[in-house]
Structures are given as structure tokens and as C-alpha cells.
């Protein structure tokens, strides 16, 4: 039975990643899909992941219809065999509907992937009618870590490197720590002592060091 399955997480958890990945494995099979994506850091239309991969998407806007542009998709006798709509917390709860409506009425697969909540551990809109309509819940096993070290599960919004709970929901960013305008993960301790990295001034974590024992 075709179902309709958000892949969530913190960021930098692999979430376009997996999607990229799940793009590959179908058309690798002959497959072709839809793309749908919203405000992707590479730009309009595109799809990417922090690794370096991108693959052209349909950039999805407030008002869109989904599912009528599937279908005209469909009806020029062009093919969609699954759908993937990724940075799913932006799109609208209608749009998030009628991504369910494709599975129910044309019986595709629809994977979306998207963080829950934003940076005040609020829902994002979209994200909460994902989790009311989703056949299944996969949260992602690659865990962001915090600065500290423990699992990152809150998204953090940063200026100059001092946490921020107030503002528009979305405001674009960037994951540098130099960033005027950043975004941080942290464990839910830090982010409710609004602790990051730099006020903390802790050294950020890296995958290219590893420790290494005295002769």
C-alpha cells in the first residue's frame, strides 16, 4: 500500500541527504519521480545536501497545489512514480494535504522530510500536520551532536553567536558558526539554558579529529 512517511530530525542530521539517497535508488530502478522543495540553501528549485550533492526540484510556494500539479503533471503523459517533498516543515498544512491526498487518490509513495520544530521548540505548522497524517513516523538513527557532546534534539537560532527566542519563524541562515544569522543544534539542557557553542566558549566538535592514545 502506498503511504505517505516523514523522515524527521534536528538539522545536520542527513534528513536532503537520505532523500538524495532515496532519489538515487529509485531511478536507478527505472523510476521517475517528483521533487518538491522549499527555500533549499542551494537556491530555488534545487535540492542539496551539506555533503555537496543537488538534483533539480520543483520549488514549492505558498499557494501552490500539489496534488493539481501532480496531476497536470500526469495528465501531459509524463511519469511520477513516487514523490519526495523535502524541507517539509515550510509548506503549508493545505499543502501537506494534499500531499496525502496523492497517496490516497493516485496511489503514490510520498516521502517528506523536514525538522519538526523551529527554533523556540515550536511545531512548525507543516511538520504538525505530518505528524497528524503520516502513515509512519521514521526519526532519523544520524545523530546532530550538541557542543557538549550529548545528542542534539532543539534547533537553535544564533546572532553572533548568542541564542534568540524571539522573531519570525522563518528567517534564512546559515549553519557557519561566523554567521551573522545562524542556526546551531543543542540538547534540550542548552537550549533551555540558552547556552551555544560560542557562549559557552567551547570548541566545536569535529568528525576530522579523533583521539588518539599516548605511546
Given at each position: 500500500?502506498?503511504e505517505?512517511?516523514?523522515?524527521?530530525?534536528?538539522?545536520?542530521?542527513?534528513?536532503?541527504t537520505?532523500?538524495?539517497?532515496?532519489?538515487?535508488?529509485?531511478?536507478a530502478?527505472?523510476?521517475?519521480?517528483?521533487?518538491?522543495?522549499?527555500d533549499d540553501?542551494?537556491?530555488?528549485?534545487?535540492l542539496?545536501?551539506?555533503l555537496?550533492?543537488?538534483t533539480?526540484?520543483v520549488?514549492?510556494?505558498d499557494?501552490?497545489?500539489?496534488?493539481?500539479?501532480l496531476?497536470?503533471h500526469l495528465?501531459?503523459g509524463r511519469?511520477?512514480?513516487?514523490?519526495?517533498?523535502?524541507?517539509a516543515q515550510?509548506l503549508?498544512p493545505?499543502?501537506?494535504?494534499?500531499l496525502?491526498?496523492?497517496?490516497?487518490d493516485?496511489?503514490?509513495?510520498v516521502?517528506?522530510?523536514?525538522?519538526?520544530?523551529?527554533?523556540?521548540?515550536?511545531?512548525f505548522p507543516?511538520?504538525?500536520?505530518?505528524?497528524e497524517?503520516?502513515?509512519?513516523?521514521e526519526v532519523?538513527?544520524?545523530?546532530?551532536?550538541c557542543?557538549?557532546?550529548?545528542r542534539?534534539?532543539?534547533?537553535a537560532?544564533?546572532?553572533?553567536?548568542?541564542?534568540?527566542?524571539?522573531g519570525?519563524?522563518?528567517?534564512?541562515?546559515?549553519v557557519?558558526?561566523?554567521?551573522?544569522?545562524g542556526?546551531e543544534?543543542?540538547?534540550r539542557?542548552?537550549?533551555?539554558?540558552?547556552?551555544t557553542?560560542?557562549?559557552?566558549?567551547?570548541?566545536?566538535?569535529?568528525p576530522?579529529?579523533?583521539?588518539?592514545p599516548?605511546?
Amino acid at each position: 500500500m502506498p503511504e505517505l512517511v516523514f523522515f524527521s530530525g534536528t538539522m545536520d542530521c542527513g534528513k536532503s541527504t537520505l532523500a538524495l539517497q532515496i532519489e538515487h535508488n529509485r531511478s536507478a530502478r527505472g523510476l521517475e519521480g517528483m521533487i518538491f522543495t522549499r527555500d533549499d540553501r542551494a537556491g530555488e528549485g534545487k535540492l542539496s545536501s551539506r555533503l555537496g550533492l543537488v538534483t533539480d526540484a520543483v520549488e514549492a510556494p505558498d499557494g501552490m497545489d500539489l496534488y493539481a500539479h501532480l496531476v497536470d503533471h500526469l495528465s501531459h503523459g509524463r511519469r511520477a512514480d513516487y514523490v519526495i517533498a523535502d524541507e517539509a516543515q515550510f509548506l503549508a498544512p493545505e499543502q501537506i494535504d494534499q500531499l496525502a491526498r496523492v497517496v490516497d487518490d493516485l496511489g503514490l509513495d510520498v516521502y517528506a522530510f523536514g525538522i519538526t520544530t523551529d527554533f523556540r521548540s515550536k511545531l512548525f505548522p507543516g511538520s504538525q500536520r505530518l505528524v497528524e497524517l503520516a502513515d509512519r513516523i521514521e526519526v532519523l538513527q544520524v545523530e546532530a551532536l550538541c557542543w557538549c557532546g550529548a545528542r542534539a534534539t532543539h534547533n537553535a537560532r544564533t546572532i553572533g553567536g548568542a541564542m534568540v527566542v524571539e522573531g519570525a519563524q522563518v528567517v534564512v541562515g546559515d549553519v557557519n558558526p561566523a554567521a551573522e544569522t545562524g542556526y546551531e543544534v543543542l540538547c534540550r539542557r542548552h537550549h533551555r539554558r540558552r547556552m551555544t557553542a560560542a557562549s559557552a566558549h567551547a570548541a566545536a566538535l569535529s568528525p576530522d579529529v579523533l583521539p588518539v592514545p599516548p605511546n
